[in-house]
T-cell receptor
Framework: AQSVAQPEDQVNVAEGNPLTVKCTYSVSGNPYLFWYVQYPNRGLQFLLKYITGDNLVKGSYGFEAEFNKSQTSFHLKKPSALVSDSALYFCAVRDRDAGNMLTFGGGTRLMVKP | GAVVSQHPSWVICKSGTSVKIECRSLDFQATTMFWYRQFPKQSLMLMATSNEGSKATYEQGVEKDKFLINHASLTLSTLTVTSAHPEDSSFYIC????????????FGSGTRLTVV
């Protein structure tokens, strides 16, 4: 079985400050890891993914995430937050060796205040 | 890039009626499509996985007869909520995976269903 935990329901950060949205995962095999962003009443927009290779993944809109196998984490980061980054963020995992289903974390609401 | 069109964006229907939601991959062939349900301020819950030309695989607890999924072509999957009730009100999102891609998932924009 595979699972994802996003321990924070909400993250508050001031504009211009760095942000981190946490994600830990559990899979039997090796993971594919994803971050998506959702704006109100919209579908999910892809931000970035880790498949293999460099543990630091750079994605859309200045976001990046670091795959840490020993800690089974894939935290999302951005050096300088924008008010427009305020949205709902989902981490997702897929076990490479077990089907093609994505499992999502519970989501973290990011609030960036001016 | 890959685009998935989901229609309608929102729909209001009366209890007892059926509603069909369409999910189309516009510029790629989607051998596999996924249907999710999302309650307010909650995560996405996978309802079913459909492969073109075969029956959908439903997750535990999802009523097959209530949520009919058809994936008749490589670019279209439909979800029909039959005999809808107010508790079926939710945000439904589809996702498509391109046949040749192991990890590329593209999401539709979602459908807000309200049953009155």
């Amino acid at each position: 079985a595979q699972s994802v935990a996003q321990p924070e329901d909400q993250v508050n950060v001031a504009e211009g400050n760095p942000l981190t949205v946490k994600c830990t995962y559990s899979v039997s095999g090796n993971p594919y890891l994803f971050w998506y962003v959702q704006y109100p009443n919209r579908g999910l927009q892809f931000l970035l993914k880790y498949i293999t290779g460099d543990n630091l993944v750079k994605g859309s809109y200045g976001f990046e995430a670091e795959f840490n196998k020993s800690q089974t984490s894939f935290h999302l980061k951005k050096p300088s937050a924008l008010v427009s980054d305020s949205a709902l963020y989902f981490c997702a995992v897929r076990d490479r060796d077990a089907g093609n289903m994505l499992t999502f974390g519970g989501g973290t609401r990011l609030m960036v205040k001016p | 890039g890959a685009v998935v069109s989901q229609h309608p964006s929102w729909v209001i229907c009366k209890s007892g009626t059926s509603v069909k939601i369409e999910c189309r991959s516009l510029d790629f062939q989607a051998t596999t499509m996924f249907w999710y349900r999302q309650f307010p301020k909650q995560s996405l819950m996978l309802m079913a996985t459909s492969n073109e030309g075969s029956k959908a695989t439903y997750e535990q607890g999802v009523e097959k007869d209530k949520f009919l999924i058809n994936h008749a072509s490589l670019t279209l999957s439909t979800l029909t909520v039959t005999s809808a009730h107010p508790e079926d009100s939710s945000f439904y999102i589809c996702s498509a995976r391109e046949g040749q891609t192991l990890y590329g998932y593209t999401f539709g924009s979602g459908t807000r269903l309200t049953v009155v």
